[in-house]
């Protein structure tokens, strides 16, 4: 186990302070409508300055409850591509996810919300393929950050290969154990951030000092 957060903020400024919080951050992709920074390529050198380790995450808007609505596959292959297409900017290593976020309580026994989530995430396994070329494996891995029952679902029918436990007890399928990472409390200081923990597998973590596969 380790133990790192996640920070909707551009943490350039953090990075000292960061590394002696923990030894990983979760930092976000973006679309160009959000109000909150992206991940650059010169955050990133910052971060992987001070031996930090990256995990990329992908939210279409920060704390966007009730996005079912807009959860189809359409959605889904575009921000699947405008994640893949950010990663590559930097360049994210290869064979690296993006954990894209279902930042609600929703639950794959509801026919409705299951079939959109589905569908958003196949749509987002479809845009890597596409920003990949036909006949190559797609640079990135296809991550959830989410509600135990979403990973576990979203897992085992093979749309993803890693998830992210948010910190949500109310949520269904909290107690799932299968996580790469679990989303701790929320804290103020020294900035914004979530406390987050991981397992000691292969949780996706990556720096510009990791070589690209």
């Given at each position: 186990m380790a133990?790192g957060?996640?920070?909707?903020?551009?943490?350039?400024?953090?990075?000292?302070?960061?590394?002696?919080?923990?030894?990983f951050?979760?930092?976000?992709?973006?679309?160009?409508?959000?109000?909150?920074?992206?991940?650059?390529?010169?955050?990133?050198?910052?971060?992987?300055?001070?031996?930090?380790?990256?995990?990329?995450l992908w939210?279409?808007?920060?704390?966007?409850?009730?996005?079912?609505?807009?959860?189809?596959?359409?959605?889904?292959?575009?921000?699947?591509?405008?994640?893949?297409?950010?990663?590559?900017r930097?360049?994210?290593?290869?064979g690296?996810?993006?954990?894209?976020?279902?930042?609600?309580?929703?639950?794959?026994?509801?026919?409705?919300?299951?079939?959109?989530i589905?569908?958003?995430?196949?749509g987002i396994?479809?845009?890597?393929?596409?920003?990949?070329?036909?006949?190559?494996?797609?640079?990135?891995?296809?991550?959830?950050?989410?509600?135990?029952?979403?990973?576990?679902?979203?897992?085992?029918?093979?749309r993803?290969?890693?998830?992210?436990?948010?910190?949500?007890?109310?949520?269904?399928?909290?107690?799932?154990?299968?996580?790469?990472?679990?989303?701790?409390?929320?804290?103020?200081?020294?900035?914004?951030?979530?406390?987050?923990?991981?397992?000691?597998?292969?949780?996706?973590?990556?720096?510009?000092?990791?070589?690209?596969v």
């Open positions: 133990n957060i996640d920070s909707q903020l551009d943490c350039t400024s953090y990075a000292h302070q960061i590394a002696s919080m923990g030894s951050i979760g930092r976000y992709y973006r679309p160009a409508v959000s109000i909150w920074p992206t991940l650059t390529r010169a955050e990133a050198q910052a971060l992987s300055a001070v031996g930090l380790s990256i995990v990329s939210e279409y808007i920060s704390g966007s409850k009730g996005r079912i609505g807009s959860l189809n596959y359409d959605a889904g292959n575009d921000e699947g591509k405008q994640g893949y297409t950010q990663a590559s930097i360049p994210q290593p290869a690296t996810p993006i954990y894209y976020a279902v930042d609600d309580g929703y639950d794959p026994q509801d026919q409705s919300e299951a079939s959109a589905d569908d958003y995430f196949r396994n479809d845009g890597f393929a596409q920003c990949a070329g036909s006949g190559n494996a797609p640079r990135y891995k296809v991550g959830v950050y989410g509600p135990g029952a979403i990973c576990q679902w979203l897992k085992a029918n093979g993803v290969e890693y998830t992210w436990l948010a910190n949500a007890p109310k949520w269904p399928g909290y107690g799932y154990a299968g996580w790469n990472i679990k989303q701790g409390v929320a804290s103020t200081l020294p900035f914004d951030h979530d406390t987050d923990e991981c397992n000691s597998g292969d949780n996706g973590f990556w720096n510009l000092e990791t070589p690209s």
